[in-house]
Nanobody, 115 residues
Framework: QVQLVESGGGLVQSGGTLRLSCATSGFSFGHRAMSWYRQVPGKERERVAAITTDGGSTIYEDSVRGRFSISRDDAKSTVYLQMNNLKPEDTAVYYC????????WGQGTQVTVSS
């Protein structure tokens, strides 16, 4: 079955960096666009970045554009989110996701940015 496992979250000071990873299995990774979402308590989950199947095209939510970078390694069936110049408002649980008939989610990884 489809499995998504995020890692790399943690506590970092404002201006710091983190790199999130999402290891996947159970589907043909190279044939699927991948996305990263985030959610804070009381708010809807929002997409922060997405990448096409060949990695040739990426999109970003306005507040992270220029600071976050999504990439993929098809040989490892893994998608990454490089987060630079982190801000306290980036604090959230981050999820990777794939849409295959239904949308699948990982368990999430907590990112906390202190001011």
């Amino acid at each position: 079955q489809v499995q998504l496992v995020e890692s790399g979250g943690g506590l970092v000071q404002s201006g710091g960096t983190l790199r999130l990873s999402c290891a996947t299995s159970g589907f043909s990774f190279g044939h699927r666009a991948m996305s990263w979402y985030r959610q804070v308590p009381g708010k809807e989950r929002e997409r922060v970045a997405a990448i096409t199947t060949d990695g040739g095209s990426t999109i970003y939510e306005d507040s992270v554009r220029g600071r976050f970078s999504i990439s993929r390694d098809d040989a490892k069936s893994t998608v990454y989110l490089q987060m630079n110049n982190l801000k306290p408002e980036d604090t959230a649980v981050y999820y990777c996701s794939v849409f295959i008939v239904n949308r699948y989610w990982g368990q999430g990884t907590q990112v906390t940015v202190s001011s």
